[in-house]
């Protein structure tokens, strides 16, 4: 089974529904379906993600500890592209339990490892950018356009991913009239995580969501990815207005 991050994934859905229940207030129902998620994860990739969830609700410090330092082990399990960006805020959220139960030396190793995996992404791609614009090889894709989210954002970076999915709900998304393209890109600069999705809903970057003030240079075309369907992308269309342009650009 791939690791990479899949929005449909059972797991990954029942998390995301927790956090709703957990924003309009309701915590135990959030916790039931957390609980729900690591009973039904049957990989390292499920339990990490489920395992964060519960450990993140959990009122006893000890118990929160028991849960992150579960979901770290099984990230470390994994040691890929798709969990590496978690482990600064795994090693960060076990630190501060460490801190709360008087242990300053294992909160300290742990404030330290988590130091330790900040920084530039290590992320080797292949890296792709869905958009509708008719481009061929060599061409560069430069930032200084307008935003898919915000028409009246104009963008000082330029966005990837490693996720062709990603990519194509990119495309879905994208202004113009042409068809829907994923182009597999390499970065000519530094390139660092998506700020409006680190951290925000999973911990780190586990889209694999990138942004770089320089240029993407557009070295092939990937065909193959999972389409919305038209009923999929008005409801994103409708997330997108209700959302105001936060979720990513």
């Given at each position: ?35 729900k998620a ?19 609700q959990e ?191």
């Amino acid at each position: 089974m791939s690791t990479k991050f899949d929005p449909n994934n059972n797991v990954i859905k029942l998390c995301v529904i927790g956090m709703s229940l957990e924003d309009s207030g309701n915590a135990e129902e959030a916790g039931t379906m957390f609980q729900k998620a690591w009973n039904e994860a049957t990989d390292d990739y499920e339990k990490f993600i489920a395992a964060y969830h519960l450990a993140r609700q959990e009122t006893n410090i000890t118990d929160k500890l028991k849960w992150m330092e579960t979901s770290l082990q099984c990230a470390l399990n994994i040691n890929d592209d798709n969990v590496k960006s978690a482990y600064s805020t795994l090693y960060v959220n076990i630190s501060k339990c460490y801190e709360e139960l008087g242990d300053s030396d294992h909160a300290k190793r742990n404030y330290e490892l988590s130091e330790s995996y900040k920084g530039a992404p290590t992320d080797k791609g292949p890296f792709y950018h869905g958009t509708k614009a008719d481009l061929k090889v060599g061409d560069l894709l430069t930032a200084g356009g307008i935003s898919n989210y915000k028409p009246e954002l104009q963008m000082n970076h330029i966005y990837f991913t490693a996720n062709t999915n990603g990519a194509g709900l990119a495309a879905a998304l994208a202004k113009g009239e042409g068809r829907e393209r994923v182009y597999i890109i390499e970065p000519t600069g530094e390139f660092e995580n998506d700020p409006n999705v680190t951290d925000k809903k999973f911990p780190g970057n586990l889209t694999r969501s990138y942004r770089s003030k320089e240029p993407l240079r557009i070295v092939g075309e990937e065909t193959e990815w999972a389409k919305l369907t038209t009923a999929q992308r008005s409801k994103w269309r409708e997330d997108l207005a209700k959302s105001k342009g936060e979720i990513i650009n």
